[in-house]
């Protein structure tokens, strides 16, 4: 069975101070994972995948197979990162899986 | 481009009365459907999620059903709802593999 694990339900930091947002799963195959993003009154949306290697808005994610994690890291938080975060994994047989969420609250 | 549509936005409905949710995808064909339930604390919780018409996959025992009756409709449904039914439901799609998956608006459903 996939599972996703987000152990922190709410991150506060003050702005300018790095970030990062832990993140692991359980998957028997190779995952697809990603991390999806909800502004307040705003659709989830996708912030960055694994597989892009890119960095979005500032925030980076590595697959680290070895540990099973994902984590999204950010150096400087900014008073707009505050929102919910969600990390997913998406299976072979597309099934897409959901953490429970990280509430992020960048503080002045 | 692609949009997904979902309706009601809101709903109040009786216990034990009947339930449906409709979910249409426009823009794109064969695309993978899913239902999810939103919650506070309990994050984004998979209902079911189909990958073709007729094909459904249910993820946790419940009061709910889905069905997908063509390529691009997946309507959640329930014969008799339960005060714990309620909740914000969420539809999404996604292509194939390696794609990300778009959500729709959301309907919050409360049960009384």
């Known amino acids: 069975a996939q599972r996703v694990t987000q152990p922190e339900k709410l991150l506060s930091v003050f702005k300018g101070a790095p970030v990062e947002l832990k993140c692991n799963y359980s998957?028997?195959?190779?995952?697809?994972l990603f991390w999806y993003v909800q502004y307040s009154r705003q659709r989830l949306q996708l912030l960055l995948r694994h597989i892009s290697r890119e960095s979005i808005k500032g925030f980076t994610a590595d697959l680290n197979k070895g540990e099973t994690s994902f984590h999204l890291k950010k150096p400087f938080a900014q008073e707009e990162d505050s929102a919910m975060y969600y990390c997913a994994l998406k299976s072979r047989g597309n099934k897409l899986t959901f953490g429970t969420g990280t509430q992020l609250k960048v503080e002045l | 481009s692609q949009t997904i549509h979902q309706w009601p936005a809101t709903l109040v409905q009786p216990v034990g009365s009947p339930l449906s949710l409709e979910c249409t995808v426009e823009?794109?064909?064969?695309?993978?459907l899913y239902w999810y339930r939103q919650a506070a604390g309990r994050g984004l919780q998979l209902l079911f999620y189909s990958v073709g018409i007729g094909q459904i996959s249910s993820e946790v025992p419940q009061n709910l059903s889905a069905s997908r009756p063509q390529d691009r409709q997946f309507i959640l449904s329930s014969k008799k709802l339960l005060l714990s039914d309620s909740g914000f439901y969420l539809c999404?799609?996604?292509?194939?593999?390696?794609?990300?998956?778009?959500f729709g608006q959301g309907t919050r459903l409360t049960v009384v």
């Open positions: 999404a799609w996604s292509a194939r593999e390696h794609t990300e998956a778009f």
């Open positions: 823009g794109t064909s064969n695309p993978n």
């Open positions: 998957y028997s195959g190779s995952p697809e």
